[in-house]
């Protein structure tokens, strides 16, 4: 079983309260959220893996048993086109749990007009194939938000 972890610090909110039908809906895939607190700060890898997903405001890690989560930072703010965030890792990189991948900061995408939760999910993966999914309470990054067999 993979455990997957907090890429941030902040508040679990689970993805039903996530700002976007596609995300709250689980259409991309089952999972939680994260509401970040508002400072500067850097998205770590939630698991050991390749990063085959790349971009400013989202990335994929997948693990060694092939489970890919997506880290997706805020809502809407592909429509920042890069603005405010800053690739720490390149597409390909083999990261470790707790790398720091992407440095942002969620006050600024809130200016900016868009949410800053941020949805942690577990690409094609089933909700029963999640166990002890982390919905509520105070997060710091490399907390673990649930488990995925």
Not at 111 to 123: D, E, F, H, T, Y
Request: contains cysteine; hydrophobic residues 45%.
């Amino acid at each position: 079983m993979t455990s997957v972890t907090s890429p941030l610090a902040g508040t679990a909110i689970g993805l039903a309260a996530v700002p976007d039908p596609v995300f709250s809906g689980a259409m991309v895939g089952p999972g939680t959220a994260i509401d970040p607190v508002r400072e500067p700060s850097a998205a770590v890898s939630p698991v050991d893996g390749v990063v085959v997903s790349l971009h400013p405001h989202a990335y994929v890690v997948v693990d060694g048993e092939g489970h890919g989560v997506l880290t997706h930072l805020g809502i809407d703010t592909v429509q920042l086109n890069g603005e405010g965030f800053e690739l720490l890792v390149n597409k390909g990189d083999t990261v470790t749990r707790g790398q720091e991948v992407i440095r942002w900061n969620p006050a600024a995408v809130e200016a900016a007009g868009k949410s800053p939760i941020c949805p942690v999910v577990a690409l094609e993966a089933t909700a029963d194939s999640l166990t002890d999914v982390i919905e509520a309470g105070e997060m710091k990054a490399g907390d673990v938000l649930f488990g995925w067999q």
